[in-house]
């Protein structure tokens, strides 16, 4: 993973919130016959939208991708996805590089692809997503930040 300038902080309100957004979305672009979730970052976007489409059969596709001075590695699949994609929905939290979509894509060539968040890179890669965000912004989720003090504004000015 490259050094990434901007930054994209995401709380759990807003998760949930955009997590609805998407599954409102889906909506029309159903009916599934089950979720498919890209751990680990899938997994709780998942469960919000199978929760709010009424969808009781979830699936994961356990991927890891190895990272090398701070660069994105071979991807290893630890678990394979269900074999027939017809009517599946994949969901992952973002798409960045397009890499890990790409891969699930060729595993799952026939089910919806779905994320909350997309980059420019990624987005022709996915089906549905909510909010785009600049290549060069990481996007720091909820589950990977924590509370802490923050110093008055008018210190951090430069
Ligand atoms: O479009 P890409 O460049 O492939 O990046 C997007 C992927 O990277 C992140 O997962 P990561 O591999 O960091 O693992 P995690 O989901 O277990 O955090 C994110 O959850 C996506 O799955
Ligand atoms: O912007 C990001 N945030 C968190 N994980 C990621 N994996 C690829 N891009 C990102
Ligand atoms: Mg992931």
Not at 21 to 47: C, D, H, N, Q, S
Not at 52 to 76: A, F, H, M, P
Request: proline share 8%.
């Amino acid at each position: 993973m490259s050094e990434e300038p901007k930054t994209f902080p995401v709380s759990w309100e807003q998760l949930h919130r955009d997590a609805k957004a998407l599954a409102w979305r889906l909506m029309e672009k159903g009916p599934f016959k089950g979720v498919l979730a890209i751990t680990r970052g899938g997994l709780v976007p998942a469960a919000i939208i199978a929760r709010e489409l009424d969808i009781r059969l979830i699936d994961t596709v356990c991927i890891v991708s190895y990272t090398e001075d701070n660069k994105r590695g071979e991807l290893q699949v630890l678990k394979a996805p269900p074999k027939d994609s017809q009517g599946w929905l994949i969901i992952d939290d973002l798409v960045d590089t397009g890499k890990t979509a790409r891969a699930v894509r060729e595993l799952m060539p026939h089910a919806h692809f779905a994320t909350i968040y997309a980059k420019p890179e990624g987005r022709p890669i996915v089906d549905s997503f909510i909010t785009e965000v600049s290549q060069d912004t990481w996007i720091y989720f909820p589950w990977d930040l924590g509370l802490q003090t923050v110093p008055p504004l008018i210190r951090s000015r430069g």
